[in-house]
T-cell receptor, first 112, second 116 residues
Framework: AQSVTQLDSQVPVFEEAPVELRCNYSSSVSVYLFWYVQYPNQGLQLLLKYLSGSTLVKGINGFEAEFNKSQTSFHLRKPSVHISDTAEYFCAVRYNFNKFYFGSGTKLNVKP | ETGVTQSPTHLIKTRGQQVTLRCSSQSGHNTVSWYQQALGQGPQFIFQYYREEENGRGNFPPRFSGLQFPNYSSELNVNALELDDSALYLC???????????????FGPGTRLLVL
């Protein structure tokens, strides 16, 4: 069965510190990978996506992620976080055109 | 470009009732997917509609059904509501046939359903 695992349910970090949110997936076939952010009481906003090509993907708000096929990982990083980055982040995997799986989410709490 | 919109924003129903949620897809998109996001969890795929037909379904019972209209808008219907149906229901639209770079899902703000 296909699955997406976000290893950390909560990540506290101080403002201007770097952060990494981890995501691993299980698949023996090619996948497309996504990170979404959800602010309180809102829908999901696309941060970045990996469809093909360079394994280092840059997204909005200074976030980037690296696709590692051998480790089946797609970790999200930001070199310096801001208070406004406080939100819940979801990793998602699309296995074919109609199967989209989300992880359980990581709450990023940026402290001043 | 118009984003994905959903209505209503909030809804309260009682157990056993039926509910209809609505979604207007982003301009130019032809595919709509529905997700259920229970409190504290990630979204769970319910089903997808393409060309007015269901095209893929997650692990949800038949009392969850949907429609897609010629203008690509969509409805999610849930019959015989149960307490566990309380959740945020998200709609996402995408463009099938536009190549891999087009088939990214864009989400609406969601409808929060409370079943009492």
């Amino acid at each position: 069965a296909q699955s997406v695992t976000q290893l950390d349910s909560q990540v506290p970090v101080f403002e201007e510190a770097p952060v990494e949110l981890r995501c691993n997936y299980s698949s023996s076939v090619s996948v497309y990978l996504f990170w979404y952010v959800q602010y309180p009481n809102q829908g999901l906003q696309l941060l970045l996506k990996y469809l093909s090509g360079s394994t280092l993907v840059k997204g909005i708000n200074g976030f980037e992620a690296e696709f590692n096929k051998s480790q089946t990982s797609f970790h999200l990083r930001k070199p310096s976080v801001h208070i406004s980055d406080t939100a819940e982040y979801f990793c998602a995997v699309r296995y074919n055109f109609n199967k989209f799986y989300f992880g359980s989410g990581t709450k990023l709490n940026v402290k001043p | 470009e118009t984003g994905v919109t959903q209505s209503p924003t909030h809804l309260i129903k009682t157990r056993g009732q039926q509910v209809t949620l609505r979604c207007s897809s982003q301009s130019g998109h032809n595919t709509v997917s529905w997700y259920q996001q229970a409190l504290g969890q990630g979204p769970q795929f319910i089903f997808q509609y393409y060309r007015e037909e269901e095209n893929g379904r997650g692990n949800f019972p038949p009392r969850f059904s949907g429609l897609q209209f010629p203008n690509y808008s969509s409805e999610l219907n849930v019959n015989a509501l149960e307490l566990d149906d309380s959740a945020l229901y998200l709609c996402a639209s995408s463009l099938r046939g536009g190549g891999a770079f087009q088939e990214t899902q864009y989400f609406g703000p969601g409808t929060r359903l409370l079943v009492l």
